[in-house]
C-alpha cells in the first residue's frame, strides 16, 4: 500500500509504538524551535533534567514575542535564554532578527525531517515538506535531551487542490475555506496533508500560510509536498543542498479527503471571535474600520508585504484607521528597504513595528473600545488584541491593504489587481543575527544569567485513588489557552513567574476564580468540547496546577493542551457521555473514584454528591502518560528514568 508524505516521514522518524489508529507512537526528532515566552520555562525544564548539551541536529531559541520591554523582565529572560543557549548547544536568533516560524521557514526548516517547537504555530514548516509540530515547552526540552516526542498515530486527510487562485485571492483565503468547512475542531487528531494540480501554483510562503493557520483546525499538523517550487525557493534562500524530493505516493490511502477548486475561491474573513466564523468579504462591506494589523508568522513573508506596498504606493491610509506593519523578518525587512517598498509603505502612512510578534499576542497596538481590527494573522479570540471589546476579522494581506485605504471592510477583487510580485531569485540572505553556541570544550566556562523573575516550578501532588474536591469552575465549548492562560504585554513578561500568573487564571471567563481555587484545597474544572485550542503554552497547565486544580473533565481535549496538562501530572478527564456536562454545576462537591485504577483501564467514576449523581468518565492516556502523573509529570517522570 502506498504512503501519505506524513507516512514516509514518520516511518523513518519512529523509535517507539505501531503506526495505527489508536495508538500511541514515539518520534525522533531532528530539529527543535522555542520562542521567548515559552522559551524561559523549556530552558529551566531542560535545566532540571540535567542534560548538559542538546542532542537534534539543530535547535534554535527566537526571541520574537516579548520584545516590548518596559520593565526588567523580558530582557532578563532573553539574557537567561541566550546565556543558557550559548552553553546547551543552542542557537540564538537575536531580538529584531524576526518571527521564529518565518525565520525558521526561511533559514532552517528542512523537508524531510522532524520539527517540534513550544509554539503551536510550529507546522509554518510544513509548508516546505517538514514534519513540523507544536508542542508544550517541556516535551521541547525533551526532544532537545535526544528524548522521542509522542503523538497519538493521526488520521491522514488528503486537501486536494485544483485550479489557480484568481488575483487578489490569496493563500489565507484558502486556509479561511478550510477552516469554514472543518471548523476549529474539525483537524483535531489528524495531519492535513495538501496535494493536487493546484499545489505547484503556490509558493513556499503561500503554502507556509496555510499549514501555519492549520493550527487553528486543532489538527497535529500540515504538510506540503517537496517539488521543483520548493527546490527554487531554497536555491534562493542559499541552501540548495537542503532540498529533498517528497510527495505522497499514487496509491497513499487517506481516511478522508476534501477538494478545493482555488480558482472558485474568494477572498473570506474570519470573524469574531474564532477562526472558523468565516464569511465573504463582501459580505461585510458596510463594516467601518479602526484599526488594519499587518504581519504575524502567517502572513509576512516577502511577497505579501511587497504586494501591500504595491496597493499602498502612492496613496494615504484612510484617517480614521490605523495601519500598523510588523514585516515577519528582518530578511523581509532588508529587502523591502533595500527596494524602496518601505518608503512606499510609509508615505502612505503605515507605523512600521519590529519584526516580531507585536499586536498578534497584544504586544501593543490594542485597538479602541469597540473597535473593528482586521488582522492578516490567524487569531482573534476574545480579549486577545488587548481590548476586550474589540471585534478582530483575519484576513489576507490584500483584504488588510484594500480596506485601511477605504476605512470599510473592502474586497480587493474590486480594486485593479496587483501584477509583477514575483518570488526573488536570491533571498538577502544574513545570519548575523543568529549566534552560535559556545564549542563544547568552552561551554561549562559560559556563565547562565538569570533575573529575580524567574521563581520556582510547580509540582504536582501525588494523585490518590480517591479524591473529594469541588467543582472550581465550569466553561462551555472551545476554550482556548488565551481563556485559561492570559497573554498580553501585561502578564507575558511573567512567563516564567507562575505565582504572578496566577492572578490572571482565566480572567475572561471568571475573574474571581484564581481566589475561589487559592481558598478551596484542590478542586477540578469542568469544561465542554476542544477544551485548551489555540496556543501550546504550558502555563495553561501550569497555572491551573499551581491553583490546586487536580482534574480537568470535558467533553474532548485539544490535542496540545491535553499533552500538557499529563505533562503537568494534571489527569484529563472525559465525559463518557457529553450530555452528562449539563448535569455538573459550579460548586459542586465531586468525588472521584478508581482513580488509580482509572489510569490503566481508561474508566474513573465521579459522583456529583450535590446533584445526587454518578456520572461515568474516561480516562483516555496512553500507558506510557499513565506513568507520567503518577509520577506526578513529565519532569520527575524523565528524572525517574535517567536515574534508574
Ligand atoms: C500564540 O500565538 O498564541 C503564541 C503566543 O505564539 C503561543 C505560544 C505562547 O503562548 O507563548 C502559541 O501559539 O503556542
Ligand atoms: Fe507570534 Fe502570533 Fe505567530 Fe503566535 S501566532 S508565533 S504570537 S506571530
Known amino acids: 500500500m502506498g504512503k501519505t508524505i506524513a507516512q514516509k516521514i514518520i516511518d523513518a522518524h519512529l523509535v517507539e509504538g505501531t503506526p495505527a489508529p489508536g495508538s500511541e507512537i514515539g518520534l525522533h526528532i531532528d530539529q527543535t524551535l522555542t520562542q521567548d515566552a515559552t522559551g524561559t520555562m523549556a530552558y529551566l525544564e531542560y535545566e532540571a533534567m540535567g542534560i548538559p548539551r542538546v542532542k537534534t541536529e539543530l535547535s534554535v531559541a527566537y526571541i520574537d514575542h516579548n520584545t516590548l520591554q518596559s520593565g526588567f523582565m523580558n530582557a532578563d529572560d532573553h539574557r537567561f535564554i541566550r546565556t543558557i543557549a550559548k552553553k546547551i548547544g543552542v542557537r540564538y536568533s537575536r531580538p529584531g532578527n524576526g518571527i521564529c516560524h518565518q525565520v525558521h521557514l526561511e533559514r532552517f526548516a528542512k523537508p524531510g525531517k522532524t520539527l517540534i517547537g513550544s509554539d503551536s504555530h510550529t507546522p509554518t514548516a510544513g509548508g516546505i515538506g517538514c514534519l513540523a509540530m507544536g508542542a508544550g515547552g517541556l516535551d521541547v526540552a525533551v526532544a532537545m535531551g535526544g528524548g522521542a516526542y509522542y503523538i497519538p498515530y493521526p488520521k491522514m486527510m488528503l486537501v486536494r487542490l485544483s485550479g489557480a487562485l484568481r488575483p487578489m485571492v490569496s493563500a489565507k483565503d484558502v486556509i479561511l475555506e478550510v477552516l469554514r468547512i472543518m471548523t476549529v475542531k474539525g483537524g483535531v487528531g489528524k495531519i492535513i496533508e495538501y496535494g493536487g494540480e493546484g499545489v505547484k501554483k503556490l509558493s513556499v510562503p503561500q503554502r507556509a500560510t496555510i499549514t501555519n493557520m492549520g493550527a487553528e483546525l486543532g489538527a497535529t499538523t500540515s504538510i506540503f509536498p517537496s517539488d521543483e517550487v520548493t527546490r527554487a525557493f531554497l536555491l534562493a534562500q542559499g541552501r540548495p543542498e537542503d532540498w529533498v524530493e517528497l510527495s505522497a505516493d499514487a496509491d497513499a490511502v487517506y481516511d478522508e479527503v476534501i477538494d478545493i477548486d482555488l480558482s472558485s475561491l474568494s477572498p473570506l474573513a474570519a470573524c469574531p471571535h474564532s477562526p472558523d466564523n468565516v464569511k465573504p468579504v463582501r459580505s461585510l462591506a458596510m463594516t467601518k474600520v479602526d484599526q488594519v494589523c499587518i504581519g504575524s508568522c502567517t502572513n509576512s513573508s516577502y511577497t505579501d508585504l511587497m504586494t501591500v506596498a504595491a496597493m499602498l504606493k502612492g496613496k494615504t ?111 538577502a540572505v544574513n545570519d548575523n543575527m543568529v549566534d552560535l553556541p559556545a564549542a563544547e570544550e568552552e561551554a561549562a566556562s559560559v556563565e547562565v544569567l538569570r533575573g529575580p523573575n524567574i521563581k520556582p516550578l510547580p509540582t504536582a501532588k501525588a494523585l490518590t485513588d480517591e479524591m473529594s474536591l469541588p467543582c472550581l469552575l465550569k466553561v462551555g465549548d472551545n476554550i482556548t489557552t488565551d481563556h485559561i492562560m492570559p497573554a498580553g504585554s501585561k502578564i507575558l513578561p511573567y512567563r516564567s513567574n507562575i505565582p504572578h500568573l496566577a492572578q490572571y487564571c482565566f480572567e475572561v471567563c471568571d475573574p474571581d476564580f484564581p481566589a475561589r481555587a487559592q481558598a478551596a484545597d484542590g478542586g477540578f474544572i469542568v469544561g465542554g468540547a476542544n477544551y485548551g485550542q489555540g496556543s501550546s503554552r504550558e502555563h495553561a497547565a501550569l497555572v491551573p496546577l499551581y491553583l490546586g486544580i487536580r482534574a480537568v473533565i470535558a467533553k474532548s481535549f485539544a490535542r496540545i493542551h491535553k499533552a500538557n496538562l499529563v505533562n503537568a501530572g494534571i489527569l484529563p478527564l472525559e465525559f463518557e457521555h457529553a450530555d452528562d456536562y449539563d448535569k455538573i454545576e459550579l460548586g459542586h462537591d465531586l468525588t472521584l473514584t478508581g482513580v488509580l485504577s482509572g489510569l490503566d483501564s481508561g474508566y474513573v467514576m465521579l459522583t456529583d454528591r450535590t446533584a445526587g449523581q454518578v456520572i461515568p468518565l474516561l480516562c483516555q492516556i496512553s500507558p506510557r502518560q499513565a506513568e507520567i502523573i503518577r509520577a506526578g509529570g513529565l519532569l520527575n517522570y524523565t528524572r525517574e528514568r535517567a536515574g534508574r
Open 317 to 427: 491610509v484612510c484617517p480614521e484607521v490605523s495601519l500598523a506593519i510588523a514585516p515577519g523578518s528582518r530578511q523581509v525587512l532588508t529587502m523591502l528597504s533595500e527596494n524602496g517598498a518601505l518608503a512606499d509603505l510609509l508615505n502612505a502612512g503605515a507605523r512600521i513595528l519590529e519584526s516580531a510578534c507585536g499586536p498578534c499576542i497584544g504586544m501593543g497596538q490594542s485597538p479602541n473600545s469597540g473597535g473593528v481590527s482586521l488582522r492578516t494573522f490567524n487569531r482573534n479570540f476574545e480579549g486577545r488584541s488587548g481590548t476586550r471589546d474589540a471585534g478582530v476579522y483575519l484576513v489576507s494581506p490584500e483584504t488588510a491593504a484594500a480596506s485601511c485605504l477605504t476605512g470599510y471592510i473592502t474586497d480587493p477583487t474590486t480594486l485593479p489587481p496587483v501584477e509583477g510580485i514575483r518570488m526573488p531569485e536570491h533571498f
